[in-house]
């Protein structure tokens, strides 16, 4: 069974950086496709970036690309996400996500985690 829990999150000024952080405890997290959304007031839940538990190359949304690096630990079953150059539209619930899977343009997941406030203030 998938559980994620995410931490890391809080405020920080425009221009600045923060890293997020999510350990899977189901033990299947190398089988998983991990990602990364996120979602604002208002607005519909995004993807923001995405890779495969048992390594490879990321992909990420073009909102995100150059200024977001999803990364992992394989030995602690964490995944995490470096934000730099952060803009106010950036804030948002951030949330971890496992089982991701492509869909048309975006990405998609069936599980997720509770989610970690990122607030960037300008």
């Known amino acids: 069974q998938v559980h994620l829990v995410e931490s890391g999150g809080g405020s920080v000024q425009a221009g600045g950086s923060l890293t997020v952080s999510c350990v899977e405890s189901?033990?299947?997290?190398?089988?998983?496709?991990m990602g990364w959304f996120r979602q604002a007031p208002g607005k519909e839940r995004e993807w923001v970036a995405s890779?495969?538990?048992?390594?490879?190359?990321?992909y990420y949304a073009d909102s995100v690309k150059g200024r977001f690096t999803i990364s992992q630990d394989f030995a602690k079953n964490t995944l995490y996400l470096h934000m730099s150059s952060l803009k106010p539209e950036d804030t948002a619930m951030y949330y971890c996500?496992?089982?991701?899977?492509?869909?048309?343009?975006?990405?998609?997941?069936?599980?997720w985690g509770q989610g970690t406030q990122v607030t960037v203030s300008s």
């Open positions: 890779i495969y538990g048992g390594g490879g190359s990321p």
């Open positions: 996500a496992a089982d991701c899977f492509r869909s048309g343009d975006t990405w998609r997941s069936n599980h």
């Open positions: 189901g033990g299947m997290y190398s089988t998983y496709w």
